[in-house]
């Protein structure tokens, strides 16, 4: 107990795990200043994930499926950072900075990880850039406000391709979540498509891709076809045993070839192992902590961990691992503490033991289905229990009246359809490109730069009426796309992939920036125009 | 009459003026499938601005104070972008792009310009980078964001100079939308500051900056006093004759030279004509277009214009022009509207003749003062006026019944404080500081590199126990910062302002991206640290 007589336990993550851990550990030394609770969390509040869904159809208010740390664990020090890294040797925590850039160290006595998973679209390639991850509240405003921007465009685009196209919208993953996800997508934009006059209602597609023989692996198979047919019947085309395997800004990859044009792509599948949790020292498997069944690290006295990112045998189930629910972490949690303070004195560690009460899938529109305490329930009833069970798990009595409420007026009043714009800034940002896609057209606004990471481009002029005339293939590190930014003229040539492309692009504003600032780049880009204007007069490539 | 018999009616603008003159239309065409009524707007919402301040302190729902338009106006073409350039002598309209760069053009028999105005800092250092602007919807959720990231921040801090500064909020401009602004800023940073444990309420300082002599001009000096008194009653400091100057990232900058450490300034006083419309060849008065009492624009057949971007000639008012208020925007809307379908043999044109009903001021915490029909009114009874006053005027039942809502539970829930951060993504910022300020200093993270816009930067070395060496003085187009991006080690040098200085900055993933992809670039920064590194060793300057 270092610092002067004073325990210091910092827990590490905010979500269900972390959160119980802190306010078991409140009650248990509730008249004991001397032991000093803290948390680190990226967000300052604790998301209710099942919930999370019906933020994007809007029947839930965007803040009321979250609930703030701080009145929940009124007595820890929360440390709104993310974690940077961790140094068991040293009982030391960093994490990063605020307003300015200083490196914030914390010491502990016990550590707590319960940092989860994280989105990862390695090895498809395309999709950190164009699919929608859905795991944080953010995503599922992002989501919202995306779905919503798609009818805009859809209600005032001349093309019937492209209104297509922006009139599919891709699920990939049939679990709980993609489940949930499709459900709701695609009650939301069915009712929504009212409000717009150009559109087309039998031009709508929604599609869930799943690599299984039926959705909802999880639950009885007699649920998961109650669910798949339900959705089906819906309008939802639910494509089985498909999975995809990449994404550009046009089309959604499927593995065996085929391409769906469309500009929407929410993907629930990726979950990768946390960074910092996967570089430290314990023993893992996979990517997460493997702790005992007191939640221990073995080894590593002081050390614990829980929820998604660890391992725990599950005692009522032969030792197999406990599957990564909400209702096991924050079980995890409250057992966690009580063992902490048995290492203090306070009664006996005990082994974590919790049996899984039941199973819950929301379906959108007054369906659910359901597995509690071995009892299988699907459609309005099982609906019905959804909201009762999960009104009472969310934490605060201010939520449980906000999330009534919302829900009593949802059923009397329409669906909203404001689209809540968040500037992204000035940027640079990837794009990926499959074989013969079009970068830019000739004719279209010159709006961004493009530098080639990888693959080939062929830059074409295609004058109406005439044949195209092929001016130049640029590579790895080449640039292209500068002339348009420099002069405001609209493109004088399309730009083509040859094969995969990846490229890096600047927006305009971060290039006149850049351009206007920084002067051995202007020279660059100075030298670059000159000699393409010499190339385009002679004929010449580049 | 050009498209085939259809007359084509444009309006730009989505605010209470463009709004109400597209339902007027609607309402008047009603079974006339020959007028076609088109409607610009940057949003798919009217924003409800009187609600905008309790969006600030959560009181009301993010999404309450907004209507769609597609529902107020169902047989309007909403175009949800922003207006590029207007040519009227062709009678054309280019509209910005959406998911792909091409230009979108619309052609119209009538145009209607309500583009309002638009946030400008010009010729004020350091506000466009510092100063939040309150406006739009999208800059009440930054506010809000940003204050209780402040908080969290505060809650934290180690360093007491840095937390006064983080609990010291600033306000500028004392009419209608400052006093709103703050009196919710007040009320919110103190209540939610008793979820923060570390936070001593007695460091926590609003300030109000007013230029003239008593706040809130517009209204009869006794109400101006009673708001003052209150404010000043529920801590704001109010500071009269003051003028903000400049800001920096650590500074308020008052005309006297004075400067007030804080994080957070809120300006609500820039509003410069819109640039789109600045730029017509129509006759101009300080960048507003100057219309006849008719909604005319004098000259040119076929184009009127209302609200803030307009001057209307006030009939009742010996001709003065219409002061900038949603009460007459709304109604030039409707004349407006007449007053084009007089021009198609409906009725006759009629002058725009309108008296203020009056002017209130929320003032937060059951308390407002209001003028209206001549009576004043101040305290409780103006509140609930507001209330009720506003709650009529909103526009949409469901958003009626959905704030109605919103207040009552605000009265039993305690205020929220989860802030929803959103992704600013990789980026190229500009930043200004003052003389003699730190940019950075030694020890500090590498988070991103600078670029010399004006002024001098002065890189130093403070090595704790020893004098400071001085190392090198850099000017306009000189790079400093990339050593630690590069090597990922701390700051090796401080650096430091001499004047005033502007300066770009270039975050590390920016920089990365384009350092591994740009080949030009690489070798400049190589060759820069090379040098740098000879210089160092030498003990030479740069």
Redesign the interface.
Known sequence: MASGGRTRILILGGGFGGVYTAMELERLFKKDPSVEIGLVSK???LVFQPMLPEVIS?SI???DV???I??LC??T????RTVESIDVKNKVVTMS????????VLEYDHLVIGLGNQTSFTGQPGLAENALPFKY??DA?VLRNHL??AL??A???REAE?RRA?LTFVVAGGGFSGVEAIAELNDFVREASH????IDRNEIKTVLLHAGDVILPELPKTLAEFAQNLLRKRGVDIRLNTRLAGAT?ETALLAGGERIPT?TIVSTVPSAPHAIVAALPFKMERGRIVANEFLEVPDFPGHWALGDCAIVPDVTNAGQPCPPTAQHALRQGTRLARNIAATMGRGQKQRFEFKTLGKLAGLGHRSAVAEILGLKLSGVLAWFMWRVIYLMKLPGL?RK??VA?DWF?DL???A???????????????QHYEANEVV??E?????RLY???NGNVQIVSEKPGQAPVFIAELG??D?FGEMALVSDQ?RNATARTAGAVDV?T?DR??FH??FA?????RN?FQQLIAQRMKGSNGGDKK
Do not use: M
Not at 77 to 80: A, E, G, H, M, V
């Open positions: 967000d300052n509040y809007g208010g965007i803040l979250i609930t703030p701080r009145r009124p007595r020090n929360l440390y709104t900075s605020g307003f300015r850039p200083r490196p914030y509240l953010g405003l919503i921007h805009e465009e209600d005032i685009e492209v922006l409000h717009f006059r150009n800004a500009k201010d009246i906000r409420t007026l009397l009043l329409p909203d359809i404001v689209q809540l714009k968040v500037d992204r800034g000035a940027g640079i940002a990837r830019f057209r004719g279209d606004k010159g709006d530098v080639v990471v790895a590190g640039c609209p890096l600047v504003e971060a920036q850049l600032h920084l002067p051995p780049l660059l």
